[in-house]
Every structure is written in C-alpha cells, then in structure tokens.
C-alpha cells in the first residue's frame, strides 16, 4: 500500500510564497516519478509540475512555469512544491502523486497513487 502525505497549505496573501511536502512510504520512492496536480472549484483537476525519478528531468505547466519549483529528497521520501509570486487563480486543492514511470510525465492517467491534497488559498 503506498501512502502519500501533503503538507504546507494555508493562506497566503497574493504575491507570497509557499512550499508544499509530499510525504511517501510504503514503496521505492527513489525509483518512482512524482507530480503535482491542483483543482479549483468547479474545474476539472489539471496538472502543476513533475519531477522523474533521479530529479534530473523536470516539466511545468505553462500556467506556473518561473513562479513553481519541483525537488525531491530520494533520502527523505519527500518532494516540495516551491511556490512563488502566487495569485488568486493558484487557489485549489494541490494534490502529490507518484507514478511507475520514471520520466516526469504530465497525464495525470500516468499516476497510480495519489495523496489525499492540501489546500492552498491565495487572497488579493
């Protein structure tokens, strides 16, 4: 059973900044490619950033690309989501997931399991 933790959410003013955990056991994180995905009210859930399994290899939604930053600690299970520059639109529920490929994949189909989200909450 694979088991994945998000922290960090909260509330934040536009143009603050805020860094989201993901928190993994139950299985070989190290071997494992990880993503972030976000939905808002009333939209479908869309893809935020991946990272592939060694943390060479990153991709972004255009929509964060120079604001967001994907890292992982193969050491420490975990990988972060830095946010920056926020702005009201960021608002969702930030779900990490992990998947079998090991190259940063952008489909959320690609993604066997998923954390239970967090939510972030940017004010103007």
């Known amino acids: 059973q694979v088991q994945l933790v998000e922290s960090g959410g909260g509330l934040v003013q536009a143009g603050g900044s805020l860094r989201l955990g993901c928190a993994a056991s139950?299985?070989?994180?190290?071997?494992?490619?990880m993503g972030w995905f976000r939905q808002a009210p009333g939209k479908e859930r869309e893809f935020v950033a991946a990272i592939s399994w060694s943390g060479g290899s990153t991709r972004y939604a255009d929509s964060v690309k120079g604001r967001f930053t994907i890292s992982r600690e193969n050491n420490k299970n975990t990988v972060y989501l830095q946010m920056n520059s926020l702005k009201p639109e960021d608002t969702a529920v930030y779900y990490c997931?992990?998947?079998?490929?090991?190259?940063?994949?952008?489909?959320?189909?690609?993604?066997?399991?998923w954390g239970q989200g967090t939510q972030v909450t940017v004010s103007s």
């Open positions: 139950g299985r070989s994180f190290s071997t494992s490619s």
């Open positions: 997931a992990a998947s079998d490929i090991k190259t940063a994949v952008g489909s959320s189909r690609n993604y066997n399991y």
